[in-house]
């Protein structure tokens, strides 16, 4: 069966430090993949979205990057973090077919101080 | 922005059957209707989705109106675990298409 992985659970960074944050999944081949951002007592915002390696449509301008190295990784990153980049951060994939779920990762809630 | 309209928040007595309403008034065609659940500080989960024909799985059922403008998401014995804000989400078809997330209802199933 395929699983989702996201690293790590928590993470308290100063402002101006550097982020990465790794999605990885297992059990199926060329999924698409989502990041999503949780800000505290707001609703999902789609953030980038990816269909193949190497290939990253972004939905807002923001401080934030990804990247996808591999057919199942998925990294988000900043060079230099906002207070307003805290939140709550959330990995998803689904298969490429027509009309196939979203399945999400238990997320990483990412604090800058 | 979501192309969908749910109540704020919900009670529900437990064992007894929640019904969520959605209204999707200007769906198209080719949208489906999806359903997704967050319990807090985790990440949402899948529920069910549909076109246009009622559809149930071992989580719950959903009811699509005939025109396609609204739907129930009904969890037939509702538990204090299935409390929780519930996403309904329009969703083009296609492989790649995102969901966009709206606010949602909040649920809470009382003891």
């Known amino acids: 069966s395929q699983t989702i992985h996201q690293w790590p659970a928590t993470l308290v960074q100063p402002v101006g430090s550097p982020l990465s944050l790794e999605c990885t999944v297992e059990g199926t081949s060329n999924p698409n993949l989502y990041w999503y951002r949780q800000a505290a007592g707001r609703g999902l915002q789609l953030l980038f979205y990816s269909v193949g390696i190497g290939q990253i449509s972004s939905e807002v301008p923001q401080n934030l990057s990804a990247s996808r190295p591999q057919d199942r990784q998925f990294i988000l990153s900043s060079k230099k973090l906002l207070l307003s980049d805290s939140g709550f951060y959330l990995c998803?994939?689904?298969?490429?077919?027509?009309?196939?779920?979203?399945?999400f990762g238990n997320g990483t809630r990412l604090t800058v101080t | 922005d979501a192309k969908t309209t749910q109540p704020t928040s919900m009670d529900c007595a437990e064992g007894r059957a929640a019904n969520l309403p959605c209204n999707h008034s200007?769906?198209?065609?080719?949208?489906?209707v999806y359903w997704y659940r967050q319990i807090h500080s985790q990440g949402p989960q899948y529920i069910i989705h549909?076109?246009?024909n009622n559809e149930t799985n071992e989580m719950a059922s959903l009811i699509i109106t005939e025109d396609r403008k609204s739907s129930t998401l009904i969890l037939p014995h509702a538990t204090l675990r299935d409390t929780a804000v519930y996403y309904c989400?329009?969703?083009?078809?296609?492989?790649?298409?995102?969901?966009?997330f709206g606010k949602g209802t909040k649920l809470t199933v009382n003891p």
């Open positions: 998803a994939w689904s298969v490429g077919t027509v009309n196939s779920p979203l399945h």
């Open positions: 200007t769906i198209s065609g080719n949208e489906y």
């Open positions: 989400i329009v969703r083009k078809q296609g492989g790649s298409e995102k969901l966009v």
């Open positions: 549909g076109l246009k």
